[in-house]
């Protein structure tokens, strides 16, 4: 019987530990990058995060096998994360159209987001700079 | 079911309202927990953060082995508690570290899915469990709006298009499930033996739809929720009203009338006002921008008029259900003035005093806990998220420890009395 406990025990970590797994995985597929515009709401769960939204017009569609944006394997909107201090010059970038996200992609896979680019760098080198 | 003569032979004894409070307490440091990764530390990599999470996780886990092993039941449902509000806030770090989309359903979700063995451990879960499990179930991006969300992404492989099939196949899914929940509860009261005490349950049921018709109505997120800001007509509110709110009537009409068939009680009619109540709320914030006022005033009708039916039908459980309601609402509304502050310790330490010449170790309690909730909400006024998880952490300690001193040293204090 106690052995079974342990196992319950430790079933969550297992289930949890493996997902992460997966997702790492997922985040090992080729990089592509999606123009984005957005807005800025708040969300107590999750911290709070840019929703954006692609701009297909704007993207470089070259990057996709026969130069074609897949536009349907995209979700229509999409959330990144950020730090409360930084929100107001994220959204600044933006609404300047100068913001990419980058995505790990392959096609019938569902696309992960691995970075955001403002003005060709990482965020996080963007806000670093601007601190 | 038991008859309501029967659930009043059967007090809860002192421990269990304790209990019951160290259950809060441990809510309070498991939404600390959510805060503090909520509040996004990137200045940690990545690693780091999912590593520390998965080793708290076993750390929280191996506690639960000890206690087990010492037999200290008490803390032991508490850190299984907190093992589930922790699981929780490791979700929310997988969906952050990894961008996955903000879906407060499928995290609600993918912990009913991951959660469900600490039941074995404590079965009183339940009142965690449930709560999530509807607001997973019903505020799922399908059913809402018929984008993907959880459920679809679990079942179409995260097609972000759904066809209307798929749609239809997801919105069954859901209705299954929350009649199938619904529905399998509540013939099994209708249907277990009289001595089955499992039979008084259900009254745990209704009190988490309770509080879930509560959290609905308080939860900001719902906000985020509904994207269309559009004024509606009258008529068009009362249509929708009636559309979505039909299959409950009906349901809870059948459930309701096989009850009073078998003369036990039911406690559908109740469900069917919150049901109601919450499709109001959802409309009306959809026709208006009162968010604010809305958030406030619409639980605490819902629970007046709750409280009215509990009365009037001599229903005590239902009436300890609807006055727990009420003091979280009473809380969560909880101004932040000094000057409110001492005239109610003030009062907490009369009431204390007189409690102890009257020789009520119960109401004894409530004063010195009422003090401490009081104290503790002087302090909630926190805007920063991150400090706000550091409030909330901090205010489950202070609770778990007064109450487990109450309970200890209480004893001493009353045996002393008595000896006198």
């Known amino acids: 019987?106690?052995?079974?406990?342990?196992?319950?025990?430790?079933?969550?970590?297992?289930v949890l530990g493996g997902y992460m797994l997966y997702l790492n995985a997922m985040t090992k597929f080729g990089r592509v990058e999606v123009v984005v515009q957005g807005y800025d709401p708040k969300d107590f769960l999750s911290g709070y995060y840019l929703y954006l939204r692609p701009d297909w017009n704007e993207t470089d569609c070259t990057q996709f096998a026969d130069g074609v944006c897949p536009q349907k394997e995209f979700d229509e909107t999409f959330t990144f994360y950020i730090r409360r201090e930084h929100s107001d010059k994220l959204t600044q970038q933006v609404n300047a159209g100068v913001v990419k996200l980058v995505f790990s992609y392959s096609p019938q896979h569902k696309p992960l987001i691995v970075d955001m680019l403002v003005d060709g760098k990482s965020y996080l080198e963007f806000v670093r700079q601007k601190k | 079911m038991v008859t309501i003569n029967q659930v009043k032979s059967q007090p809860h004894s002192?421990?269990?309202?304790?209990?019951?409070?160290?259950?809060?307490?441990?809510?309070?440091?498991g939404l600390g927990l959510i805060a503090e990764v909520a509040a996004n530390w990137q200045d940690i990599p990545n690693s780091v953060k999912l590593g520390g999470a998965l080793v708290l996780m076993a750390l929280n886990s191996g506690l639960i082995w000890w206690c087990l092993q010492k037999e200290f039941n008490i803390l032991k449902q508490v850190l299984c508690c907190i093992y589930a509000f922790l699981i929780m806030a490791v979700i929310g770090l997988i969906g952050q570290v990894f961008q996955l989309r903000a879906n407060v359903a499928g995290g609600c979700l993918l912990w009913c899915l991951i959660s469900w063995p600490l039941f074995i451990l404590t079965p009183r879960l339940l009142w965690l469990w449930l709560p999530l499990f509807l607001v997973g179930v019903h505020y799922d991006?399908?059913?809402?709006?018929?984008?993907?969300?959880?459920?679809?992404d679990v079942v179409f492989g995260g097609n972000p298009l759904l066809d209307a099939r798929q749609i239809t196949w997801v919105n069954l899914w859901q209705i299954i499930c929350l009649f199938g929940v619904l529905g399998a509860y509540e013939l099994w009261m209708c249907f277990a033996k009289k001595e089955n005490k499992t039979v008084v349950r259900p009254l745990f049921f209704y009190s988490c739809l309770i509080l879930y018709d509560l959290y609905v109505g308080c939860a900001r997120m719902a906000k985020w929720l509904i994207s269309a800001q559009e004024a509606l007509a009258v008529n068009d509110i009362v249509l929708r009203?009636?559309?979505?709110?039909?299959?409950?009537?009906?349901?809870?009409?059948?459930?309701?009338?096989?009850?009073?068939?078998?003369?036990?009680?039911?406690?559908?009619?109740?469900?069917?006002?919150?049901?109601?109540?919450?499709?109001?709320?959802?409309?009306?914030?959809?026709a208006n921008h009162y968010y604010a006022d809305m958030e406030n005033y619409l639980p605490i009708v819902y629970l007046l008029v709750a409280l009215a039916y509990a009365v009037y039908n001599k229903k005590k459980y239902l009436l300890h259900a609807v006055g727990l309601g009420l003091i979280i609402w009473f809380i969560g509304t909880f101004a932040d003035d000094i000057l409110d502050l001492f005239p109610c310790l003030l009062m907490c330490a009369v009431c204390a005093f007189a409690a102890y010449k009257a020789q009520s170790r119960r109401w004894f309690n409530v004063a010195v806990l009422a003090a401490v909730f009081r104290i503790l909400g002087y302090y909630a006024d926190v805007e920063d998220l991150q400090h706000m998880g550091l409030y909330l952490i901090g205010s489950g300690v202070v609770l778990i420890a007064t109450i487990l001193l109450l309970m200890k040293y209480g004893k001493l204090l009353w045996r002393e009395k008595n000896e006198k």
């Open chain 2, 14 to 29: 002192e421990n269990y309202w304790m209990n019951v409070l160290l259950y809060f307490a441990a809510f309070l440091v």
């Open chain 2, 241 to 286: 009203i009636l559309s979505n709110t039909a299959p409950y009537i009906v349901f809870a009409a059948l459930v309701y009338l096989l009850n009073k068939l078998r003369h036990r009680v039911s406690f559908m009619p109740l469900f069917l006002l919150g049901v109601i109540g919450e499709y109001f709320y959802v409309l009306l914030m959809r």
């Open chain 1, 1 to 14: 019987m106690k052995n079974k406990i342990a196992i319950l025990l430790v079933l969550p970590i297992l």
């Open chain 2, 141 to 152: 991006p399908a059913l809402l709006d018929g984008s993907s969300g959880f459920i679809s």
